[in-house]
C-alpha cells in the first residue's frame, strides 16, 4: 500500500466527519462510478423485470434486485479504493472486475450478512484486506466495534431517503395531472393497487432501481471514509506519511552531504599533517578506549592482585603507574549496569544479549508497579481543603457574585426601561382605548331596521329561455354576470338530472364530484366545461372569446335541453 500516493488528506477524524469524506470522494469520481453502476445493474433489472412479468412474479424480482445491493456494491468501493491513491479505473477495467473480485465473499455478503448494519463498513476490511477466517473476525472487531452504531444510523439515515426518493417521484407525477382529475385519478391508483395489475408492479420496480443507483453508491462512500478513519486512529497513517516523506527528502539529501563532507575529510591540512605515534602509546591508547565492561573484568582482576601483593607493589618500578591509574579508572567503571557486559564482546555488538536482558528486565515485577485500587472514604475527609484551595475557592466565589450581581442590575435596568416604553405607549395611544372602559365599549351603528329584520334574499328564478338571456347579458358588456348565470343554470341542471340536493354554498369541487352520477359521459363533460369557465373568469379573471362562449352555450343548451 502507498500511502504517500495517498489523494486526500489524512488526520483524525469524527466519525459523521469520515462519512462526508467518503461522500465527497464518491461526488469527485461521480463518472467513473455510476457509468458501470448502470452498465452492471440496467441489463439486471431488465432481465429480472422480463422473467417476472413471464411468470407473473414481478415482486420477487423487485426483491431480488434490493436482495443483491451488496454485490452491486463493490462497484463503488471498487472505484474509489484506487481513486484514493490516483489510479482511477477506466469503466472497462471496472466491469471486468466485479467478474471475479471478491467472489469469496459474495455467500456471506448475501446470506447472514445481508442485513448487517455494519456492512459499509466491513465491506472494505473483506474485500481490501484479504483476510480469512479468524484474522478477518478480529479485523472486523478492531475497526468496527466503536463505529457500530454510527453505521446503524447511516443505514438508517439511507434507506429512509430512498423511501423520499420512491414518495417523492410518485408525487412528483402526479402535479402534472390537472385539478379537475385528481379525483378520478386517485380513484383509479386505488384500484390498480387493489388490483395489482403488472404495469404497477414494474413501474415500482424501476423506482426502487432509481433510489437504490442515486443513494447506495454514497452509502458505500461514507462507509469506506469510515474505514480509511479508523485505520489511520489505529495505525497512524497520518504520523507514518509524514514520516515517509521526510525519509525521502533526507534520503535524496544525503548523497551530495556525504560527497561534501569526504571532501572535507580529504583536503584537510590537519590530516595531511599527522604522524603514526610510538607503539607504547598506541597500546595505552587502545587499552583506554576498552569497552565499558571489559575495563570493568580486567579492574577487579587488577584489583584484586594489588590487594594480595601490596609490598611488591611498593617496590615496582615507577613505570607500572600508569597501570595503577588505569585499575583505579576500572573500579569506577563498576558502577556501570552489569547488563551492558552482555552488549560488547570483543569490542562487537550483540543484540541477543541484549534482548534477553531487556525481557528478563521486563520479568522484574517492580519496572511496571502499576495497578488500580479502589478505597472508600468519608464524605467529611473528602471536603477537607487545603487553606490555598479555600483561598481560591473564595477568590472564584467573590468574582462569581460581581459578575452574577452586574448582570442582574443590567436586566433590571433593561426590565424597567421595557415597562417605561409600556407606560409612554399606552399614554400616547389613550385616546384610542380609553373609552372602553368609560363606556363599556363601542356599540356599532345599528343598520336600518328594515335591512337587518330582513331576510336572506332567495335566488332569483331561472329565466324561461335561459341561452336567450345568458346571450343578452352577454351582449350588454355584463360578461361576469352571463357567466355567473350560465354557471347557476349549470348546476341546477345537473343536480336534478342526477336526482340530488346539493347543499348551501356548495363548491365548484363538490358540484363537479356530485356531477359524476350523470349517466352520460356528454354530460359529465359540458357540465366540467362549464365549471372551469366560470373559476376562470372568477378566480383568474380570464373571459373567454365570444366564439368559445356561442359554442359553450350551444353545448349546455343541447346537453341539459334549455328553451331556445
Same mark, same amino acid.
Given at each position: ?77 471498487? !472505484?474509489?479504493?484506487?481513486? !484514493? ?28 450478512? =445481508? ?9 472494505? !476490511? ?32 439511507? !434507506? ?355 356531477? =359524476? ?48
Amino acid at each position: 500500500m502507498k500511502l504517500e500516493a495517498l489523494t486526500v488528506s489524512l488526520r483524525p477524524r469524527t466519525a459523521w466527519e469520515a462519512c462526508e469524506l467518503g461522500m465527497a470522494l464518491v461526488r469527485s469520481h461521480a463518472g467513473a462510478i455510476w457509468k458501470p453502476w448502470l452498465l452492471v445493474t440496467l441489463p439486471i433489472l431488465v432481465l429480472l423485470n422480463a422473467a417476472g412479468w413471464a411468470l407473473d412474479l414481478l415482486w420477487l424480482s423487485g426483491l431480488l434486485m434490493w436482495w443483491l445491493k451488496p454485490w452491486f456494491d463493490r462497484i463503488p468501493l471498487f !472505484v474509489i479504493s484506487r481513486a !484514493v491513491f490516483g489510479e482511477t479505473p477506466s469503466m472497462r477495467q471496472t466491469v471486468r472486475a466485479q467478474l471475479r473480485w471478491g467472489a469469496r465473499w459474495w455467500l456471506p455478503y448475501l446470506t447472514w450478512r =445481508r442485513l448487517s448494519p455494519a456492512r459499509p463498513l466491513y465491506l472494505p !476490511v473483506d474485500l481490501l484486506e484479504g483476510g480469512d477466517g479468524a484474522e478477518a473476525r478480529q479485523r472486523r472487531s478492531a475497526l468496527g466495534a466503536p463505529v457500530y452504531g454510527v453505521c446503524a444510523l447511516l443505514t438508517l439515515v439511507c !434507506v429512509h431517503f430512498e423511501f423520499a426518493i420512491i414518495i417523492g417521484s410518485v408525487l412528483g407525477g402526479l402535479m402534472f395531472v390537472p385539478f379537475d382529475y385528481l379525483p378520478d385519478t386517485f380513484k383509479s391508483l386505488i384500484e390498480a393497487i387493489g388490483v395489482e395489475p403488472q404495469w404497477l408492479s414494474a413501474l415500482f420496480n424501476v423506482l426502487a432501481w432509481g433510489a437504490v443507483s442515486v443513494i447506495e453508491p454514497f452509502y458505500v462512500g461514507a462507509g469506506f471514509g469510515l474505514y480509511l478513519n479508523r485505520r489511520t486512529q489505529i495505525e497512524g497513517w497520518d504520523i507514518e506519511i509524514v514520516f515517509r516523506r521526510l525519509r525521502a527528502r533526507l534520503t535524496a539529501a544525503a548523497a551530495p552531504m556525504l560527497l561534501v563532507l569526504c571532501a572535507m575529510i580529504g583536503f584537510s591540512p590537519d590530516a595531511a599533517a599527522q604522524t603514526p605515534p610510538p607503539a607504547a602509546e598506541t597500546s595505552v591508547a587502545a587499552s583506554t578506549d576498552t569497552p565499558a565492561d571489559t575495563a570493568t573484568d580486567l579492574g577487579e582482576d587488577l584489583a584484586a592482585a594489588g590487594d594480595s601483593e601490596d609490598e611488591e607493589a611498593e617496590e615496582e618500578a615507577p613505570t607500572e603507574a600508569p597501570i595503577r591509574d588505569y585499575v583505579d579508572d576500572a573500579k569506577k567503571a563498576r558502577r556501570l549496569p552489569p547488563t551492558l557486559g552482555e552488549v560488547y564482546h570483543d569490542g562487537r555488538s550483540d543484540d541477543r544479549g541484549l534482548r534477553d536482558a531487556v525481557a528478563q528486565a521486563m520479568k522484574d515485577p517492580t519496572v511496571a508497579p502499576t495497578r488500580k485500587q479502589s478505597v472508600w472514604k468519608a464524605k467529611s475527609e473528602s471536603s477537607k481543603k487545603k487553606p490555598e484551595d479555600k483561598r481560591d475557592q473564595a477568590i472564584n466565589e467573590g468574582l462569581f457574585k460581581g459578575l452574577s450581581s452586574g448582570v442582574a442590575g443590567f436586566l433590571q435596568v433593561l426590565m424597567w426601561g421595557v415597562v417605561a416604553l409600556i407606560v409612554v405607549a399606552l399614554l400616547l395611544t389613550a385616546s384610542r382605548w380609553l373609552g372602553w372602559f368609560r363606556d363599556g365599549g363601542i356599540e356599532e351603528d345599528e343598520a336600518p331596521g328594515d335591512v337587518r329584520n330582513a331576510p336572506l334574499p332567495e335566488h332569483e328564478p331561472l329565466p324561461d329561455d335561459i341561452p336567450t338571456a345568458i346571450r343578452r347579458l352577454w351582449q350588454a358588456g355584463r360578461r361576469r354576470d352571463a357567466l355567473a348565470l350560465m354557471y347557476r343554470a349549470a348546476v341546477e341542471s345537473m343536480a336534478q338530472r342526477a336526482d340530488i340536493v346539493l347543499v348551501p354554498g356548495a363548491t365548484e369541487a363538490q358540484c363537479l364530484r356530485a356531477s =359524476r352520477k350523470l349517466a352520460s359521459a356528454e354530460d359529465r363533460e359540458a357540465f366540467a366545461r362549464a365549471v372551469r369557465t366560470w373559476q376562470y373568469a372568477a378566480y383568474a379573471e380570464t373571459l373567454p372569446s365570444g366564439d368559445d362562449f356561442d359554442d359553450l352555450v350551444g353545448q349546455l343548451s343541447r346537453r341539459f335541453g334549455w328553451a331556445a
